[in-house]
Each structure stands twice: as C-alpha cells, then as structure tokens.
C-alpha cells in the first residue's frame, strides 16, 4: 500500500502550515493560513472539543454543526473554517492514521480534499474560500480515502447510505474534480480499495460500493460518444435509482454557473450538448447505482 516516512511515531503531528505545504495549497490560501496562525487565533473551549470531535466517527457531525456556530458571521471566505479543519487533520487526523499504520501518502491524497476545494472555489467565483466543510469532516474522521483516482467513503450515517441499498453500511465511491477516468486507473482504484479495506478495516469487506452521481445520469448516453470514459464508468455499475431534477450538473459541468439554461457557457461539448439538451427539455439529474 506505500510506507511511512521516517516520523513512524503514533504521537506524531502536524501543524496548520504543514498540512497545508504537504497537500500542495495554493501560496496566497498558504498566506492567508499564516495570517491566522500569527494572530493567535482560538476558539472557546466547546469550539477547541468541536475541533477534535471532527476526527471522532461517532461525534464528527455534531462536532461541525459546532464548529460551524461558532464561527458564524465572523469567517466570510470560510478560511477560518479551513484553518481549524487543517488543525483538526494535523492534530488528529494525522496520528490516527499513523497508529492504524496507513501510509503517508493516503493521508497526503486523502486531505488533497481541501486543495481542490478551494481550487475550485476560485474557478467558481474568481477568488479562494472553502465551503466544503458540510463534507470534509468524512475526510478528517478517517473513514474516507482517495486511493488512486477515485475516493471510497465507508458509509454509516443514515444520511450517506443509499436507502434502495437497504443496508446500513455501505462503501460509496466517489469521483474527484480531477479524478481520470481511465479504465485502468480505475480498475487499480477498485482493487487498490479492496486490499486497503482488507488490511484497515476488514469488518467493511464484502460491504457493496455504491455511487450516486450525475455521472450515472441516464440522460449521457444522449449525450456523449459511445467511446466516452464517462459512459465507460458509468457501464461498471447497475444503476438503481435516478433523481431527474437533482441540480449537480450545474455544479461539476458549469462551475456553478446559475444563470438561466439560455445562458450558461458552451466551452465544451459536453457544455454545448447538455444546454441543448436542457432547452429542449431534457433532464440529466443523477443516477444511484451498484459496482458489478
């Protein structure tokens, strides 16, 4: 699965700033962070408990919904956010995973997670801010991974499991902004999930991989090529379940563009053939399906 590095101690931790220099954050964020960090920034006891409750499967939520009251009103680009949930990943995040003996570079991949955010921020709306964090506490609570392209969630909350499952725990694949689509890559992703649940958490092996995502729309075979990737990814699961108004186009095909249909971008062709498709009509939503 990879090695440690040479700090193997279970105590070990990390800082804001390293975190953020491990993940590769964008220098005028990495600043930002800096300007925080010197300002002695703190948090009121219950906001310090939140912080660590992050890390925690049975408190995270509870813990954000904290975290997040506490810092209302006063963190308009959610950079303050960012820093404690960078905190939260040095601090707890990271000596958990060195305690179950998971390699660095799963924790560097996995927390990659919040360089993307922001990254996609910024294409959004023309500047950094992070306003992922209803997400990122799955990342931080360690039950999480990005292992090659694709991202596996060893779901438990009522709220993440798929109710056409009809289990309560399942593994749910995700798929990064900047995943590859690649068959192979794929392919190495799945397995490299399968050997990584085995050795972690063997209790979560035989579980099924789910995925929800306009990815699995139904309505992309009207819209792309027979030799697409999409549609090749799209083939390796038995698709249960569409949710025709679900809005995620808009977020991952148009950067969250909200104008009217007449109006959205046609940079692409698959912009160009999903804004036809949409004036005509057309619904794209999402699809819920099994792995094969």
């Not at 931080?140 to 725990?169: C, K, N, Q, W």
């Not at 399942?170 to 050997?195: F, G, M, T, W």
């Not at 990814?233 to 950067?255: G, K, L, M, N």
Request: hydrophobic share 40%; with cysteine; glycine share 8%.
């Amino acid at each position: 699965m990879g090695g440690l590095d040479n700090r193997d101690s279970s105590s070990a931790v990390l800082t804001v700033l390293e975190v953020a220099g491990r993940i590769g954050m964008a220098e005028p964020v990495v600043a930002e962070l800096r300007c925080i960090d010197e300002s002695g920034e703190t948090l009121s006891e219950s906001g310090m408990e939140a912080v660590r409750g992050l890390a925690d499967p049975r408190e995270r939520v509870e813990s954000w919904e904290t975290l997040k009251a506490e810092l209302a009103g006063g963190d308009p680009n959610g950079l303050r956010m960012l820093y404690w949930m960078l905190h939260a990943a040095g601090r707890y995040t990271f000596p958990t995973y060195r305690r179950m003996g998971i390699p660095d570079d799963i924790f560097d991949a996995t927390m990659g997670c919040f360089t993307r955010f922001v990254g996609e921020h910024r294409t959004s709306y023309g500047r950094y801010g992070f306003d992922r964090d209803f997400w990122t506490y799955r990342e931080l609570s360690a039950r999480l991974f990005r292992l090659g392209s694709l991202e596996f969630e060893l779901a438990y909350d009522a709220a993440d499991v798929p109710t056409i499952a009809g289990l309560p725990r399942v593994i749910n694949v995700h798929i990064p902004s900047d995943a590859s689509l690649d068959p192979a890559q794929c392919d190495r992703s799945v397995d490299e999930s399968r050997e990584f649940l085995a050795e972690f958490f063997p209790d979560w092996t035989g579980l099924p991989y789910w995925c929800e995502s306009w990815l699995l729309s139904p309505a992309l075979e009207r819209l792309l090529p027979e030799s697409s990737r999409i549609l090749a990814f799209q083939r390796r699961f038995d698709i249960r379940e569409t949710h025709p108004d679900a809005p995620d186009w808009r977020e991952w095909v148009f950067q969250r563009c909200d104008a009217p249909i007449a109006e959205l971008p046609e940079h692409t062709s698959l912009q160009r053939n999903m804004k036809r498709f949409l004036l005509d009509g057309g619904k794209v939503g999402v699809g819920i399906g099994c792995l094969r």
